[in-house]
Every structure is written in C-alpha cells, then in structure tokens.
C-alpha cells in the first residue's frame, strides 16, 4: 500500500512550498514530436536534440522568459548538451547573464557557477541532465522546461527545483515542453 504523507497541496498551504505561475505555449508553439522514439521509457536524446534545438523555439524562450520572468534567478532544463548551451547563448545574445553546466562541468566551475546565481550574478543557468533533482537553490524562482518527457517524476522533479519558499518571492513556471499540459500541474492532487 502507498501512504502520501503529504500533498503538494499540503506542503504549500504549511508554507513549505510556494505554488508556481506556470505559462505554457499554445499547441500550434508546441515542438513536433512526432516520430521521436522512446528509450527507456523517455524521448531518445539525439531525437529529442533535433525537435527542440531550433532556433525559433530557443528564441521564444528568451522572449517568454523577458514577458513572464525577466531578471528572476532561472534555471532552465534542456533536452541535450548542445540544446543547453545554444539557450545560454541565446540569453546571452539579448544582454542576459547566462551560463551553461553539464554532466562534463568539474565540480569547481559548477560550484562557481551556481555561487555566481546564486548571488545573481548570473541570471540564467541553463543545463542538461545536472540539475534536475537533488539540487537546492531556493533564491531560483524560474524554471524554464525546455524538455519534453513522458516521465512525470522528471517532471515533477524538475518544476519542484524552483518551489521552495525564499524571500516571498513567486515562483514561474515556463513550460516550452507541454509537460503540464501532458502531466498536469505540480501542485495537483495525484494517484
């Protein structure tokens, strides 16, 4: 038998948790994902690579980011290391301190990283595969998921990285995958 010892919704009204804003893009915004094969449950990474690393989807995000969020502490989930790095260029290139880690990132230069958002020095962190879970920042207020999934604990992971309480500062949801769209919001009640 599962026992929930707490809900989302628990956690939020104890103060625990904040609830986000989410924003998400139309269907007609949404990447093609069609035909893309599934590994292990998940998208295939270098399918994935190819649906989400186009220049129009990465430029929205920058402009969604700017319209909803613009100047909040961010992190943003790609769906690969090339996918990463062009959406921390594309924040650079509109004048946005922005940076990118990955799983090859040492781990001084991601301390350092992470040190520099932290203090907000950096605006935007952008990464694939490092920050998804297990990892606490809570002056992050933004998460930018610019990666589909069929896992909803990834996904819920993911949003959750940006839900802890920090100075009553709101927490903004991005969502350029569709995940809410396919796994509801991360404050709903759950099976």
């Not at 998400?24 to 590994?39: E, F, K, M, Q, Y």
């Not at 220049?55 to 969020?69: M, P, S």
């Not at 990285?161 to 709903?188: F, M, S």
């Amino acid at each position: 038998e599962l026992i929930t010892v707490a809900t989302p919704r628990q956690l939020i009204g104890e103060g625990y948790l904040v609830e986000p804003r989410v924003f998400t893009v139309p269907p007609s915004r949404r990447p093609n994902l069609a035909g893309i094969r599934l590994a292990r449950g998940d998208y295939a990474a270098r399918d994935l690579d190819d649906a989400m690393n186009r220049q129009a989807l990465v430029g929205n995000i920058v402009e969604h980011w700017q319209r909803h969020a613009g100047g909040v502490r961010t992190v943003v989930f790609a769906g690969s290391v090339a996918h990463s790095q062009h959406s921390a260029g594309r924040f650079r290139e509109a004048g946005v301190v922005a940076e990118h880690l990955d799983g090859a990132t040492s781990t001084p230069e991601r301390d350092a990283i992470l040190a520099r958002l932290d203090r907000g020095e950096t605006r935007v962190v952008s990464n694939c595969g490092v920050l998804c879970e297990g990892w606490d920042q809570p002056s992050v207020k933004c998460a930018v998921l610019a990666r589909p999934t069929k896992s909803t604990g990834l996904y819920l992971q993911q949003a959750g990285r940006i839900l802890r309480p920090w100075n009553d500062t709101a927490a903004v949801i991005l969502d350029h995958a569709g995940c809410a769209l396919e796994h509801g919001l991360p404050q709903d009640e759950r099976e």
